[in-house]
């Protein structure tokens, strides 16, 4: 076996940097209904696909996991939620679009959540230019796998759909 000195480049050295960020999606539903958002022909990696609100953690500005979620979706759907204990973890990666990364990647871990909405009244105005959304829906439970789903979250719509009925 070859020897490496300490602090030497190894075979790790070259591959491209990896971050890890943390997200949380919110499972809303009423009266039978789950609450969909649509991501915008303007969305970089997924437009026009549906999936559930929820977003990437302020790791500086965040107070915790449920002050996340909460900010996430009054940010994308303007909704009040009470929280709920998560229900799947998932992964996936994606294209580091920032100006420092060179070829770098995004891995997001996440945590879906069932949350019960306090207000029912679906508003865009606190939605930042990042979020690409420009429309939702509350979907009856039995027409949730017939949108065209962001396909990293198709499992997870799986896993949730029984829990919901």
């Given at each position: 076996?070859?020897?490496v000195e300490t602090g030497s480049?190894?075979?790790?050295?070259?591959?491209?940097?990896?971050?890890?960020?943390?997200?949380?999606?919110?499972?809303?539903?009423?009266?039978?209904?789950?609450?969909?958002?649509?991501?915008?022909?303007?969305?970089?990696?997924?437009?026009?696909?549906?999936?559930?609100?929820?977003?990437?953690?302020?790791?500086?500005?965040?107070?915790?996991?449920?002050?996340?979620?909460?900010?996430?979706?009054?940010?994308?759907?303007?909704?009040?939620?009470?929280?709920?204990?998560?229900?799947?973890?998932?992964?996936?990666?994606?294209?580091?679009?920032?100006?420092?990364?060179?070829?770098?990647?995004?891995?997001?871990?996440?945590?879906?959540r069932r949350c019960r909405p306090?207000?029912?009244?679906?508003?865009?105005?606190?939605?930042?230019?990042?979020?690409?959304?420009?429309?939702?829906?509350?979907?009856?439970?039995?027409?949730?796998?017939?949108?065209?789903?962001?396909?990293?979250?198709?499992?997870?719509?799986?896993?949730?759909?029984?829990?919901?009925?």
């Amino acid at each position: 076996m070859p020897s490496v000195e300490t602090g030497s480049p190894g075979p790790r050295t070259a591959s491209p940097p990896v971050r890890l960020q943390f997200a949380q999606k919110a499972f809303i539903t009423a009266e039978g209904r789950l609450l969909m958002v649509r991501k915008a022909a303007s969305d970089p990696f997924q437009p026009g696909r549906w999936e559930v609100p929820g977003g990437r953690l302020d790791v500086g500005g965040d107070l915790d996991l449920d002050d996340h979620i909460r900010r996430e979706v009054w940010e994308e759907v303007g909704l009040k939620i009470e929280p709920g204990p998560p229900f799947h973890l998932w992964q996936w990666f994606m294209e580091d679009r920032s100006p420092d990364a060179a070829g770098g990647r995004v891995r997001v871990v996440a945590a879906a959540r069932r949350c019960r909405p306090l207000t029912l009244d679906v508003a865009f105005g606190n939605q930042d230019e990042s979020d690409h959304l420009d429309g939702c829906a509350w979907v009856p439970l039995d027409e949730v796998c017939s949108y065209p789903l962001i396909p990293s979250l198709r499992p997870v719509v799986r896993a949730f759909l029984p829990l919901a009925r």
